[in-house]
């Protein structure tokens, strides 16, 4: 079992930046796959980065350039840097774990509103 809490959400102007954080319950050394999703509001939760327990990332199409996901295994960390901010942007951001038993882990999400 993984508990994930996301935290660093907010409002912030088009062109800013935030950095969410996902703190998972236990070591995440052993989690193959974390992530970001997202969901805006009448959308379907959308894939935004994945990153391996090796540091692989994939991105979004949309994110390409943008956001960056990175992971701190000594923290249990995950993170999203999110730069150069768009009103598209704006949903509720969820975290991702899917360890090495194929169970699948969420967090309860945080919203991002970017304004324009």
């Known amino acids: 079992q993984v508990r994930l809490v996301e935290s660093g959400g907010g409002l912030v102007q088009a062109g800013g930046s935030l950095r969410l954080s996902c703190a998972a319950s236990?070591?995440?050394?052993?989690?193959?796959?974390m992530a970001w999703y997202r969901q805006a509001p009448g959308k379907q939760r959308e894939l935004v980065a994945t990153i391996t327990n090796i540091g692989s990332t994939i991105y979004a199409d949309s994110v390409k350039g943008r956001f960056t996901i990175s992971r701190d295994n000594a923290e249990n960390t995950v993170y999203l840097q999110m730069n150069s901010l768009e009103p598209e942007d704006t949903a509720v951001y969820f975290c991702?774990?899917?360890?090495?038993?194929?169970?699948?882990?969420w967090g309860q999400g945080t919203q991002v509103t970017v304004s324009s």
């Open positions: 991702y774990a899917q360890d090495d038993t194929r169970s699948n882990y």
């Open positions: 236990r070591a995440i050394f052993s989690i193959n796959t």
